[in-house]
Structure formats: C-alpha cells, structure tokens
C-alpha cells in the first residue's frame, strides 16, 4: 500500500484529499507544516508527497529544496502559480508534477495514480556487468556511476536516464523513447521534465549544452551518449 504524505495547512483540504485517496488504497500522512513534513520524510519517508507551496513556517518552494536534500522521493506540489517561468522553477527545484488551484479531489488523486507508476523501478539493464563510455562507468549490480573514479550523487530517475543511455552507448535515442522506458509515462506533457532532467546530469557530469563531453543531442531526433573527446 503506498503511503502518501500531505502537507496542506488547511485541515479541510488535508481531510478532502485524504479521504479519496484513501478511498483508493493508499495510506496517508497529513501534516501542516514544512518543518513538520521535513522531520516526517526523515523518520519514515513515504512513497509520494504532495506539497501545497503556501504554508505558515516556511515558502514551499523552499522546503522542496529542501527535501530534496533528504530523499528523492516523487513529489506534486499544489500551486497558484500558473506562468511557465514558475512551474520550470518548480520543475528545476526537484518537483515530479504539478496541480495548479484549485483543482478537485479527482483530478490530484488522478495525479498520484500516475506519477506512482511513472516512480515505479525502471527495467533492469540485460547485463548487470558495469558498462563504461569514455571515463564514465554505470555499474547496475551497485546502482552507482562514477566519472573519472568519482561517484556521482544522482537521483533515482537521474540514474535510471543515465544507466539507459549507457545501455544503448553510441546509439541516438530519441526522446519519446527516453520518456516511455525511463518514466514510463507518454511523451506528450514530459517535454520540460526530460530537459530538466538532462540538464542536471550535464551539470553533474561537467559539461553544458554548447561544450558536450558524453551527452550529445542531436536536433529533432534524441539523445547520444558517447566520449567524443
């Protein structure tokens, strides 16, 4: 049963959502504070969270920050904030999704329903031998990819893109196809998620856009990963 963890200030939004999600299986957490919900994802982190952004002790853009430095656990944030400029800030804050108020019961649990099954682990590779392009190596038995010996704090979707692109080393992947074997989710709506999503393993690989070292897009196709250097 996965357990849902809700931070709203509002106890009758809180008992709304909680009831038709529970209505539906899963347990649910439901807490009024950022701090409240930061010491909860610590003692016993849940599978999913919803984040309302307009909380009393702390601006819920910050506690996702925040909770990112615990855990990458799927998170929706609630928001009022509907400019394409704030939801990529949320997006590069570390959010999975998003709902835009107000919204119904239905529409949120809708939301849950799919970004559970988009988090669910992606396939494993075919081999579990560690795979290496140029001085990067993916080792799927350790779940861990190192850059010239040095270990690379990813995330669990940041691992599983990277890991699926050393898969098919050498080979352009397209996008589409990026996002239906890694977030299992169809392409339509993931644009930005996947773009962020490369953006901050080229960060955490050293390279930019303009200066690729593994990840080279190739325009109006996909994704290449491979050591041109």
Known sequence: MPLVLLVDDDPTVRGAIAHTLTDLGHAVRAVGSAMEALQEITNNPPDLVILDLGLPDLDGADALRMLRTICDVPVIVATGRRGELDIIRLLNAGADDYVVKPFSTAHLAARVTAVLRRHRPAAP?????????????????????????????????????????????????????????????????????????????????????????????????????????
Not at 173 to 201: C, M, N, Q
Not at 205 to 214: D, M, N, S, V, W
């Open 125 to 229: 590779q075919q081999s579990s031998e560690p795979m290496r392009v140029g001085g990067l190596c993916v080792d799927p038995s350790r779940r861990s990819i190192t850059l010239d010996g040095e270990t690379l704090k990813l995330t669990r979707k940041e691992y599983e893109l990277l890991a699926y692109l050393a898969g098919r080393a050498g080979q352009v992947v397209t996008r589409k196809e990026l996002v239906t074997e890694v977030w299992r989710a169809p392409y339509a709506g993931f644009e930005k998620t996947l773009d962020v999503h490369i953006s901050w393993l080229r960060r955490k690989l050293g390279e930019t856009a303009a200066q690729p070292r593994l990840l080279h897009a190739v325009r109006g196709v996909g994704i290449m990963l491979a050591d041109h250097s």
